[in-house]
């Protein structure tokens, strides 16, 4: 086959040319779960295939990549308007843009301390930068993470993400002296018994990865002074959580404490221009960035576009108007939920709400793929199924959702649940 002829006229066509001679595993794993849907329109909260047959609303947002919808006008229009007049620049340039987003950011930090950022262009690259950071401002050489937590798959980041479902450790046959792991979220004690002399730093999203469930304010404030206690850093990986989807801006401000070093990747792009951000305090920036003429340096990490997409999904996220109005079509909806659940106890019960992050349990967890598959053929792409228990089917809307569209997503549920016996 020529290898410039790329059939665009079906999903099913795109999906056969993938399993033929590109990501056939990733093909294969989408369409055994019954998504066998490749994206020509979108717009919004809603997806539409190629084929223009088929309209979704998108209730994964690649993790919160699309967190502001998809192509929303504010943030297209500041994409467009940087390219009339500029292109990513020079590396070993200063650029204004990069140092008008880290002051944005750190304005917006949820401690005054997180006062430095290092730019990159995806979060698994900002997880690899806080690694090596930790390890030189320690001096030591193990991070800590949570087995069944995700963030990032090349690099240190690999090593970080010990899920045997999702990670590549063994895959790759990467090194194991640089991780370990704890293996249940919340367990203070154990997480504890782990921060040996040898532990640089602990990293953890605020939430457990796999269940959606938010971490309590007794795990994180305990987590937090044992890590001062041995002198390991924390770093709060925001990638998920961030820019308004826990319910507040970062969802660090949930738990009153200050990270050593805080993530925030993903939604940062606006789903239109790849950016990531590493947050930190000042001496740790100091001793790894300004020690070294080339500490750490990208040649598009931090370009002047990518900074201006950013710089504009914050503006308009940290705008009071945005929030409050997110937090009341999130409420709606969770309300929805709880409704449902309530209809079809035999199948469901309620699972967690963590402000734009929803789950709902699935009592026989033999029956969570299929109700997955059942919601997509209801027109709602969900995020998830949780690959431990509890089983959960997970939700991760636009933060653009409105009660309309909590709406469509509550009767689509009801009548996937009807469905699935």
């Known amino acids: 086959m020529n290898d410039t002829s790329i059939p665009s006229t079906t999903s099913k066509d795109v999906f056969d040319a993938f399993i033929d001679r590109s990501w056939r595993s990733n093909a294969l794993r989408q369409r055994n779960k019954g998504i066998e849907f490749v994206i020509g329109r979108r717009e919004g909260v809603y997806l539409w295939n190629i084929e223009g047959s088929k309209r979704v609303i998108d209730c994964g947002t690649g993790g919160g990549v699309h967190s502001m919808g998809h ?10 308007e940087s390219l009339e007049d500029r292109d990513t620049g020079l590396w070993s340039l200063p650029n204004a843009e990069y140092l008008r987003l880290q002051d944005r950011l750190a304005r917006l930090a949820p401690h005054p301390e997180l006062n430095r950022s290092v730019i990159t262009l995806a979060s698994t690259t900002s997880v690899d930068v806080a690694t090596m950071f930790a390890f030189r401002y320690t001096g030591r050489r193990k991070i800590l993470a949570y087995r069944y937590g995700y963030h990032g798959h090349s690099g240190f980041a690999a ?10 450790l ?18 203070l004690a154990e997480v504890t018994s782990r921060l040996g002399p040898d532990i640089a730093a602990v990293i953890l999203e605020l939430m457990d990865y796999e269940t959606f469930a938010p971490a309590s304010r007794d795990f994180i404030h305990g987590l937090a002074e044992q890590c001062k206690k041995h002198g390991v850093l924390l770093i709060v990986d925001e990638t998920r959580t961030g820019l308004g989807r826990s319910g507040r801006f970062w969802a660090t401000e949930h738990y009153d404490i200050a990270p050593d070093m805080m993530v925030a990747g993903k939604g940062l ?21 300004n020690e ?12 002047e576009i990518s900074c201006i997409v950013a710089a504009k999904v914050l503006e308009v996220a940290s705008q009071t108007g945005f929030m409050e109005k997110t937090r009341t079509a999130c409420a709606y909806l969770a309300k929805g939920f709880a409704r449902i659940s309530k209809k079809h106890h035999n199948l469901l019960s309620e699972g967690s709400n963590f402000g734009c992050i929803f789950t709902v349990r699935v009592n026989d967890p033999s029956l969570a793929s299929e109700l997955y598959r059942r919601m ?5 792409l969900c995020h998830s199924v949780s690959e431990i228990e509890p089983s959960v089917l997970k939700f991760f809307p636009p933060l653009i959702l409105e009660p309309a569209h909590a709406d469509e997503i509550v009767a689509a549920l009801d009548r996937a649940a009807s469905s699935v016996r």
């Open 71 to 80: 192509r929303h006008p504010a943030v297209l229009g500041a994409l467009k």
């Open 159 to 168: 090593l970080v993400t010990g899920s045997t479902e999702e990670g590549v």
């Open 170 to 187: 063994q895959h790759y046959n990467l090194p194991t002296e640089y991780c370990d792991f704890f293996n249940s979220y919340g367990d």
């Open 269 to 289: 792009s606006g789903g239109l221009y790849p950016v990531s951000a590493l947050q930190m305090q000042q001496d740790i920036y100091d001793r790894c960035m």
């Open 292 to 303: 070294h003429r080339f500490a750490y340096i990208s040649s598009l990490g931090g370009n």
């Open 376 to 380: 997509f053929q209801e027109g709602v």
